[in-house]
């Protein structure tokens, strides 16, 4: 038998890290995770996944979990900054309403 690393199934495009071969992200996987899903719960939520890439995440998750918080902590302001820019554009007051009587105008 011989012993060879393996490598990580992760690749970064536009500031985001996806599990390779997939549109799932890391934070996608590391959330469900430390929400108490196991690899194969994971698997079976995101068929794109293969269980091993899973395991892999994970491993490389608890083996840098520093780096890989400070990651999400940085994609959750991004994601509170573009919200509060969506929100500033776009007035999510009484948007219900406004469909509603798009659809009604529509008829």
């Not at 985001?16 to 108490?36: E, K, M, W």
């Not at 918080?69 to 554009?89: C, G, L, S, T």
Request: glycine letters at 4%; charged letters at 30%.
């Amino acid at each position: 038998m011989t012993i060879t690393a393996e490598v990580i199934p992760l690749r970064e495009e536009a500031g985001v890290i996806r599990v390779a071969g997939s549109r799932v992200t890391l934070d996608t996987i590391i959330s469900v995770f430390n929400a108490g899903a196991t690899p194969e719960e994971i698997e079976q939520r995101y068929p794109t996944l293969q269980l091993a890439d899973v395991y892999a995440v994970i491993g490389y998750y608890l083996h840098h979990r520093n780096e890989v918080d400070a990651y999400m902590r940085d994609r959750e302001r991004q994601a509170e900054v573009i919200q509060k820019e969506n929100e500033a554009r776009f007035n999510p007051s009484g948007i219900r309403e406004r469909l509603l009587a798009r659809r009604a105008a529509q008829r």
